[in-house]
């Protein structure tokens, strides 16, 4: 079974099922229509007793996936005529497809090799097995764009240990190698990216896809993110953002002000939206994750900081985009009140739009 556009290679290798993602100059990013041509083959194999496993890859040897097509979502932005479903329409069928990825009845073995963000943490993190290698750079950098952490992140993040998923989540911070991300729960095992071929091979002919992720899986070393916990902890424990900021700035070291410079650029609004999306410690189910998620980001997609950054940081690339509000300050309660209010409103419709 192949799939039919290139952007997406889909076929049988032996008792796998192997999803090849095969856009290397755009990172690998998912675009609309691959989410849709992968849609009817994910449900074929899972319903296939021949297919053992699932096993994603990227091409390129950069990243495994950067993320969605933001590009497309840029264009059909207010007052363009036409693709104005897209906002909605593409995060309905996105986020299908991650909950399908999510619930899948066989081994679904994400092979995280290269950049991995956005979409390509959707595609990953929500299914059961995530190799990285010392390749992988992890980040979740939404609101540096307008934009909060989605695709699950809600889940993904609230889950990591301490309040490191909080930290990941407001600064974009970026996790590299196999040792980070298995402290922090993104990863499952590690190996290096030489073994991914002697992996595919094995995994081809094996009954048992998790004892032979066991078997390849290595030692990647120390975790400087499990000695840097403790700091984490303390600043991004506090109860308010700003309560954050203030201890980021009484902190010493140079992760702090590498994380508030982070957060003194992102956007005000989503700054805001990912702290109540995060601030609480619950466990949140996929559906609740998703639910929560595309409430924020239609309020995302109804306001104007997700197409300032993406024209700044994307587009025109002058890396200075011009937030509305400008500062967390001219951000009152009565605003993020009414944001969170309508969001909530617009998750109750992602059942019914399904």
């Given amino acids: 079974m192949t799939g039919e556009t290139d952007d997406i290679l889909l076929e049988r290798v032996g008792g796998i099922g192997l999803i ?8 690998n990013a998912f675009t609309h229509e691959m989410y849709l041509t992968l849609e009817p083959v994910l449900d074929a194999w899972n319903a296939d007793p021949a297919v053992a496993a699932v096993v994603i890859r990227g091409t390129g040897g950069k990243a495994f996936c950067a993320g969605g097509d933001i590009r497309a979502l840029w264009e059909s932005g207010p007052g363009v005529k036409g693709k104005d479903d897209l906002k909605s329409r593409f995060f309905v069928d996105e986020y299908r497809v991650i909950r399908k990825v999510h619930h899948l009845s066989k081994p679904y073995v994400a092979l995280i090799d290269g950049v991995t963000m956005g979409g390509g943490v959707g595609m990953s993190v929500n299914g059961r097995f ?6 992988t750079l992890f980040a979740m950098p939404e609101t540096g764009i307008g934009m909060i952490p989605d695709v699950g992140g809600t889940r993904i993040l609230r889950a990591c240990p301490g309040r490191i998923g909080l930290y990941l989540g407001l600064t974009g911070a970026r996790l590299k190698g196999g040792a980070d991300l298995l402290h922090a729960g993104i990863a499952t095992h590690f190996l290096p990216a030489e073994r991914i071929p002697a992996l595919l091979d094995a995994l081809a002919t094996a009954a048992d896809a998790p004892a032979t992720l066991e078997r390849f899986s290595a030692d990647p070393g120390p975790s400087a993110l499990r000695d840097l916990q403790p700091a984490i902890d303390r600043c991004f424990g506090q109860p308010t953002l700003p309560a954050i900021i203030e201890a980021l700035r009484a902190e010493p070291d140079a992760w702090a002000a590498t994380a508030l410079k982070a957060i003194e650029r992102a956007s005000p609004a989503s700054l805001a939206m990912t702290f109540w999306q995060l601030h609480p410690r619950d466990p949140v189910t996929m559906e609740q994750s998703l639910a929560l998620e595309y409430g924020l980001v239609q309020q995302v997609m109804e306001g104007h900081d997700f197409f300032e950054g993406v024209r700044a940081v994307l587009v025109d690339k002058d890396q200075s985009p011009k937030w509305q509000p400008a500062s ?5 309660d009565a605003t993020v009140g009414r944001i969170i209010a309508a969001a909530e409103a617009s998750a109750k ?6």
């Fill in 349 to 354: 419709t992602l059942e019914s739009l399904s």
């Fill in 328 to 332: 967390l300050a001219a951000l009152d």
């Fill in 130 to 135: 995530r190799v990285a290698t010392e390749n």
């Fill in 20 to 27: 090849t993602l095969n856009r290397p100059k755009a990172l």
